[in-house]
């Protein structure tokens, strides 16, 4: 199992320095991990992440603090689980139901739509790119 992720995330990383939309992100001192963040979950989490979002006070649940996550799991952040649950593949748990989408599911539609991806079978490295990379964002974002 760690062997077959160690291989996901090394495919992941070639694929990122490939991809033409790193360009734009670095030209803006951003990462990718914080573009995603900005553009797929900042309006109901907040841009800090503490779940005050422009739109979390017209949703029917609360927002969960991001930045909690490591506190809220002795200490450490839980990769396996942020990711699977970005993915659409997780538990619901916490969170409640399954309002929040599920990025993955998104980003694949996305990629299989792309032309540049077509007839290609990196569409599934492009989705687990911008998934680990909006999970190395909210690692980075954690109150100690």
């Known amino acids: ?17 490939a991809l033409p939309i790193c360009g734009p992100v670095v030209a803006q001192q951003m990462t990718l991990g914080e573009f995603e963040y ?17 739109i979390s ?4 649940q609360s927002v969960p603090n991001l930045t909690q996550l490591k506190r809220s799991n002795a200490g450490v952040f839980p990769v396996t689980a ?8 997780g538990e619901v748990g916490a969170h409640g139901t399954r309002d929040m989408p599920a990025w993955g599911r998104r980003y694949m539609i996305r ?20 998934i680990l990379a909006l999970v190395e964002h909210l690692a980075s974002i954690q109150d100690d």
């Open 111 to 130: 990629a299989e739509n792309d032309p540049d991806f077509l007839g290609t079978s990196v569409a599934q490295e492009y989705v687990n790119l911008r």
């Open 1 to 17: 199992m760690l062997d077959r992720d160690l291989k996901m995330m090394t495919r992941a990383l070639s694929l990122a320095l």
């Open 38 to 54: 900005m553009n797929s979950c900042a309006a109901c989490h907040g841009s800090d992440g503490a779940g005050d979002g422009s």
């Open 57 to 60: 006070g017209y949703l029917n």
């Open 82 to 89: 942020v990711y699977a649950f970005i993915a659409g593949d």
